[in-house]
């Protein structure tokens, strides 16, 4: 593995993939304005700055930032990424993002001589501790088998799904049925309990059966029965993944209730002040919620 990688955003997922991509040996740069960052173990021995000094040092730049307008303050300007030429760099944009946008940005590295993939990713912070995450990815198939070694450090699987803009797409619609399907989950999960069933036990027969899903096989078990209610992504992250999801299907003309009412739901979480909440912890105070919808 020869590329030299830097990565930009050190939050829950950002600090795992770095860490693999450091002890597979590629990591050249990091950065994240939070000043805590610089104590991570692996920003001691790497360059940590972002801007011209990264793109520099760098042949693949990694962005694990909340949005596409994170991204486009770190490319632009006359200390940016696209001010230094640096020809045949890769850009991995990790972000959950609107697929017009992520289009916008492609087309402006490519203008710069950079290739731009936007890597729509599913694993959770876990995954991506443990380097097992999954990647949807829009962009060039030979741009893609360059980087494989790259991703090789931190994902199990990296599928190419269509042209720009394909991974963030598909990422919007696989939360669609995750986030929706936790809340299903949960309502069914309360209901159970209400009716004087073991939450426990339900979850097994559900792993068992038809309604099996990661929320039940993997939420449920480790971050609500176990009581550490530790998911490692906050209700306002569900919440923008939501309404991103939302006004997508409104702008393709699709019906989505399901959609909608999920972000609907998720919007009234916040306004009760959760936003910063892990939200695995809407789970025992769904009743709340609902009655307040």
């Not at 040092?57 to 307008?69: G, R």
């Not at 190419?160 to 399907?181: D, Q, R």
């Amino acid at each position: 593995m020869e590329s030299s990688v830097g990565v930009i955003g050190l939050g829950q997922m950002g600090r795992g993939i770095a860490s693999n991509l450091f002890r597979a040996g590629v990591l050249k740069a990091a950065f994240d304005p939070a000043p805590a960052a610089r104590d991570l173990p692996f920003c001691r021995d790497v360059l940590f700055a972002a801007g011209r000094e990264m793109a520099a040092a760098c042949d693949v730049i990694v962005f694990v930032v909340p949005t596409s307008k994170e991204i486009a303050a770190n490319l632009d300007g006359p200390d940016g990424i696209l001010s230094v030429a640096r020809p045949g760099q890769v850009i991995l944009d990790l972000t959950t993002s609107d697929p017009a946008r992520t289009r916008e940005l492609a087309q402006r590295a490519a203008a710069a001589g950079r290739a731009y993939l936007d890597c729509g990713m599913t694993g959770g912070a876990a995954g991506a501790d443990a380097g097992t995450l999954t990647l949807m990815i829009g962009g060039d198939a030979a741009v893609l088998e360059r980087v494989r070694p790259v991703l090789a450090a931190f994902t199990r699987k990296a599928a190419l799904v269509g042209p720009s803009g394909a991974g963030h797409t598909l990422k919007l619609i696989h939360n669609m049925v995750v986030h929706t399907n936790f809340l299903v989950m949960s309502e069914a999960g309360r209901l159970a309990e209400a009716s004087g069933l073991d939450l426990a036990a339900v979850v097994d027969v559900f792993n068992a059966g038809n309604a099996r899903s990661f929320i039940s096989e993997v939420r449920f078990p480790n971050h609500i029965l176990s009581g550490r209610f530790d998911g490692r992504s906050t209700v306002s992250n569900l919440a923008k993944d939501l309404a991103m999801a939302a006004a997508f299907a409104d702008q393709r003309g699709e019906t989505a209730p399901y959609t909608h009412l999920t972000a609907d739901l998720l919007q009234r979480a916040m306004a009760l002040g959760w936003a910063a909440d892990d939200f695995t912890t809407i789970y025992p105070r769904l009743a709340e919620l609902i009655d307040g919808a």
